[in-house]
């Protein structure tokens, strides 16, 4: 315990800055905003789902280099830094967007510049602060996600329907600036307690001969192509089957608690059980929960948003604790940077796969069934991740 005494303001703030950072706030948005946005200005499904495409493959690209800066000049600004930029991006959204290509300039330019408000940044001052409890402070921070998963559908969908898509937009704005002053407060004294070093390009590109990094490259892929592909979609889904745009915003709701739950338990479960384990078989119950909601449709909703955030609950804990105990503290952010860029890309890719299944299939149950192979796959793959003592430090 003495651990949580001395590192609550760590952790307190990383929960908030998570909760407003780009893998909350942004991500979980993307949903909600997808058909308002699209009926404006006409487009398909397919070509409502680039904005997550661009989004993703912008921040997979910025990831490494992310990483670089984290070890190099440190968590604290790289966060703080990320969320005005953040902000902006969100103002700018909803002022400036006036078709496909303005939208997706801003999405691709905004996602480029923030990743340092994402788990990347508070998951390295929380290594730094907690080793025994290392699972369950990760867990605990990262639950950040699920508030914002799922408060955003209950408040931005009901305001998006009265006052349109781009008020919505700047209501995010706002939020994330409002949440940037304690996160501030809390975190800001512990820059200098992080250890850093100037990563060169040789080291960067080093990672990629490490067979583990590159196994857990492979799964956190095809891990992220399931889960985030299926969330963006969600609501749409939902609406498609005939349920009220509200419902729909409430059952997406769902996800968000079950992402709160989904962290909390991957947390206790690292801190008792080998990680490997853990990683498997949270991946394989979320696979079977897409199973069933494409078999079940409408009337396995609940149960499929549970399995859903089952999944997203456990993918950033899983990155940072492994990362944390195979890999060089020193280099935390370059490895992680990499497996982070590789959870990212999978992001990108799977919205965008999901919608075009959707155009050619007429319907949802073919894009499910291929994300629950996906997850098998990485279920499969997770237990070939050796236990630390096993790897060269």
């Known amino acids: 315990m003495n651990e949580f005494r001395r590192g609550w303001p760590t952790l307190f703030g990383s929960f908030i800055g998570i909760a407003a950072g780009v893998s909350s706030t942004f991500f979980y948005s993307l949903g909600i905003f997808l058909k308002p946005v699209g009926a404006t200005f006409g487009w398909s499904r ?20 992310t990483g670089r800066l984290i070890d190099r000049i440190g968590p604290v600004a ?65 639950t950040g996600t699920g508030l914002g998963a799922a408060l955003l559908p209950a408040l931005l969908v009901p305001f998006i329907a009265a006052h349109g898509w781009r008020a919505g937009y700047l209501k995010l704005a706002v939020g ?83 992402v709160i739950g989904g962290r909390v338990i991957a947390g206790l479960l690292l801190d008792r059980l080998p990680a490997h384990w853990v990683t498997a078989g949270l ?14 449709g409408t009337s ?7 399995a859903i955030g089952l999944g997203v609950g456990a993918e950033v804990d899983l990155i940072a604790y492994l990362v944390s105990r195979h890999f060089p503290s020193a280099r935390y952010g370059v490895f992680y940077g990499g497996v982070y860029g590789a959870f990212l890309v999978g992001g990108a890719v799977g919205p965008a796969l999901v919608g075009i299944l959707f155009d050619v299939s007429g319907g949802y149950p073919a894009p499910l069934v291929v994300c629950a192979v996906c997850l098998a796959t990485a279920s499969l793959l ?10 060269a430090r």
Do not use: C
């Open 46 to 65: 397919g070509e409502a789902s680039l904005g997550p495409l661009v989004g993703t493959l912008a921040a997979a690209i910025a990831a490494p280099l």
């Open 78 to 142: 790289m966060a703080l830094v990320g969320m005005v930029l953040l902000a902006a991006g969100f103002a700018l959204l909803g002022t400036a967007t006036a078709g496909l290509l303005s939208f997706l300039l801003i999405i691709g330019v905004m996602s480029l510049v923030n990743v340092g408000s994402s788990p990347m940044s508070y998951s390295r001052l929380l290594v730094a602060d907690f080793d025994r409890h290392r699972g369950i402070a990760l867990g605990i921070a990262l």
């Open 300 to 306: 396995a909703a609940l149960p499929g948003a549970l």
């Open 176 to 258: 994330v600036l409002i949440a940037w002053i304690p996160v501030a407060l809390l975190i800001r004294g512990r820059a200098a307690a992080v250890p850093r070093i100037v990563p060169t390009l040789q080291s960067t590109v080093g990672v990629w001969r490490d067979p583990v990094f590159r196994l857990m490259v492979a799964i956190f892929f095809l891990a992220a192509v399931a889960v985030l592909g299926t969330v963006v979609h969600f609501v749409a889904m939902l609406t498609d089957a005939g349920i009220r745009p509200d419902r729909a915003g409430k059952l997406a709701g769902i996800i968000g608690l079950s």
């Open 283 to 296: 991946f394989l119950g979320s696979g079977l929960g897409m199973l069933w909601l494409a078999v079940g």
């Open 382 to 391: 997770a237990l070939r991740i050796p236990r630390p003592l096993e790897v």
